[in-house]
Structure formats: structure tokens, C-alpha cells
């Protein structure tokens, strides 16, 4: 389960709930997320500049 704003964004098993996607759209932030041996990463990644 992901929340936004107080919201669900997102509901379902977390390897389709938890990606790049749809973590940036709650954040309102481009966020890299990635999965590796067991483990999540997030970085946050610049605005593409205007």
C-alpha cells in the first residue's frame, strides 16, 4: 500500500506497488527506486530543468 496526501495511491503485492513510478507520483519528486539482493533503494533524482 502506498499513501499520498492522506490518499491510496497504489494497493497490490509491493514488487508492483513500490517502483519508480508510482513513488514519484506520491512524492510529487522524480525518485529512482530499485530492488537488489534482498534489498530497496530510493534516490532522488533532479527536476528536468525548464
Known amino acids: 500500500m502506498l499513501v ?3 490518499r491510496l495511491t497504489a494497493v497490490g503485492p509491493v514488487h508492483s506497488v513500490i517502483d519508480t513510478a508510482t ?3 506520491a512524492f ?10 534482498g534489498r530497496w533503494g530510493a534516490r532522488a533524482r ?4 525548464p
Do not use: K, L, M, N
Open 23 to 25: 513513488v514519484t507520483a
Open 4 to 6: 499520498s496526501h492522506g
Open 28 to 37: 510529487e519528486h522524480p525518485i529512482e527506486v530499485s530492488y537488489d539482493g
Open 46 to 49: 533532479r527536476r528536468a530543468a
